[in-house]
């Protein structure tokens, strides 16, 4: 079946520093990506929508220069979360739709990034 | 709007059924989904419903939709430790489009 692959799954950072999340679509083309945040025992909360090629659209209270999506190509969508602080340590998950045998008007999850900041 | 509601906690014993409850405010919504979380991992899509369906079936695994309440609930037949996890409703209003979760349920499954 189709796979959504994140890298890293795992990441420390210091408090001030930038880090980018990474999320592929490994057998198939993604046109829209979404991007997830969760906070411990919390739901998920939808922080973007991208469409390759365009803007990424945030949902309201989520800063957009603080995290910077960018879906360059069909297959990769980057989430950077720049000058980290520790309230921004989360579960990242991303999710994408695209073209495809077999994955036609269907969302799937990656395994989700987790950041801690410290 | 679009909200997703459930209670966060359910504990039954081993063996029993596990029936955990949502209601969802969005008349547009089309897809209807029930994922599971366990601790530490990613999400695992169990099932979802199309909103014309009342009711769909899958081994142990049951989904019955009010659509005229917005009201979804899963049924767990015969609840094991390993069904031990977070239950999250959701719903989409197209199978391609965003998905917006509940806050989930945490079943704890008694000895």
């Known amino acids: 079946g189709a796979v959504v692959s994140q890298h890293p799954s795992w990441v420390i950072c210091k408090s001030g520093t930038s880090v980018k999340i990474e999320c592929r679509s490994l057998d198939f083309q993604a046109t829209t990506m979404f991007w997830y945040r969760q906070f411990p025992k919390q739901s998920l909360m939808l922080m973007a929508t991208s469409n390759e090629g365009s803007k990424a659209t945030y949902e309201q209270g989520v800063e957009k220069d603080k995290f910077l999506i960018n879906h360059a190509s069909l297959t990769l969508s980057t989430l950077t979360v720049t000058s980290a602080h520790p309230e921004d340590s989360s579960f990242y998950i991303c999710?994408?739709?695209?073209?495809?045998?077999?994955?036609?008007?269907?969302?799937?999850f990656g395994e989700g990034s987790w950041l801690t900041v410290v | 709007g679009e909200d997703v509601e459930q209670s966060l906690f359910l504990s039954v014993r081993e063996g029993d059924s596990s029936v955990i409850n949502c209601t969802y405010t969005?008349?547009?919504?089309?897809?209807l989904y029930w994922y599971k979380q366990e601790p530490g991992a990613g999400l695992q899509l169990l099932t979802y419903i199309f909103s014309n369906m009342d009711m769909k079936q899958d081994q142990r695994l049951t989904v019955l939709l009010n659509k005229k309440d917005k009201h979804l609930s899963l049924r767990i037949a015969d609840t094991q430790t390993g069904d031990s996890a977070i239950y999250f409703c959701a719903e989409s209003r197209r199978r391609d489009d965003k998905i917006i979760f509940g806050k989930g349920t945490r079943l704890h499954i008694l000895p």
């Open positions: 969005d008349s547009s919504s089309t897809y």
């Open positions: 999710s994408a739709s695209g073209q495809g045998q077999g994955v036609v008007n269907t969302i799937y």
